[in-house]
């Protein structure tokens, strides 16, 4: 199974609503990620766990709060949004380096994205 | 983090080869070349990875020269199918820390009968 899965496909918000993204993958990875694409733009890394700990926040705004509840999933909680966070978010998840044990790999597995749209 | 420079967009011919070349002058000795496929509103795809010279799969090659300051992913007799953004991101590996793979701007390619 290689394969990452992200709930749901299309999400439609107000900006007053609390939703949360979902991803999921079983290929026993221990990096997660959250990217922010908008459109004819490249992914824009947003945050990074590692290990179930998150290890990279690229500052960003608190209305987004990602959650990793176990190595298998990730959560992205969406609070309070403007109409500019409107974007594809995708997941990904990668075999990391391996804390010493060996070489990692840099090769990331996406979901199929998130299209999020906030009126 | 190395930067990377790719041309914004590429044209072929469906049949041909493509090159699609990286510039990352400011590589670092543990940093491996990665390059991702994305087609719209799809998560991008792991096409091939590599450290130094030749590195060939089923849908790819790429080449690496001695300085590892640019590398070209090659795509042999291209098919429209191949219309995509293509990625290049360079990285460090077994750094004990999650990866940060930062994408650049990514080329364009656009095939056509």
């Known amino acids: 199974d290689t394969e990452v899965t992200q709930t749901p496909k299309h999400l439609v918000m107000g900006m007053t609503n609390k939703k949360s993204l979902k991803c999921e993958q079983h290929?026993?990875?221990?990096?997660m990620y959250w990217y922010k694409q908008k459109a004819k733009k490249p992914p824009e890394l947003m945050f990074v766990y590692s290990y179930e700990k998150l290890s990279i926040n690229e500052s960003v705004p608190s209305r987004f709060s990602p959650e990793c509840p176990n190595s298998s999933l990730l959560n992205l909680h969406l609070h309070a949004l403007q109409p500019e966070d409107s974007a594809l978010y995708l997941c990904?998840?990668?075999?990391?380096?391996?804390?010493?044990?060996?070489?990692?790999?840099?090769?990331?597995?996406f979901g199929q994205g998130t299209r999020l749209t906030v009126v | 983090l190395a930067k990377t420079t790719q041309p914004i967009s590429m044209d072929s011919y469906e049949g041909q080869e493509v090159n699609i070349t990286c510039s990352h002058n400011n590589i670092a000795t543990n940093d491996y070349i990665t390059w991702y496929q994305q087609f719209p509103s799809q998560g991008p795809r792991f096409i091939i990875q590599?450290?130094?010279t030749k590195v060939t799969n089923e849908v790819a090659s790429l080449f690496i020269p001695a300085d590892r300051k640019s590398s070209t992913l090659s795509l042999p007799r291209v098919s429209l199918s191949d219309t995509a953004v293509y990625y290049c991101l360079v990285g460090a590996i077994n750094t004990g820390t999650a990866s940060k793979l930062t994408f650049g701007t990514g080329t364009r390619l656009q095939v056509t009968l």
């Open positions: 590599g450290y130094k």
């Open positions: 990904a998840s990668s075999q990391d380096g391996q804390m010493g044990r060996g070489k990692g790999n840099t090769e990331a597995f």
């Open positions: 290929m026993g990875h221990r990096a």
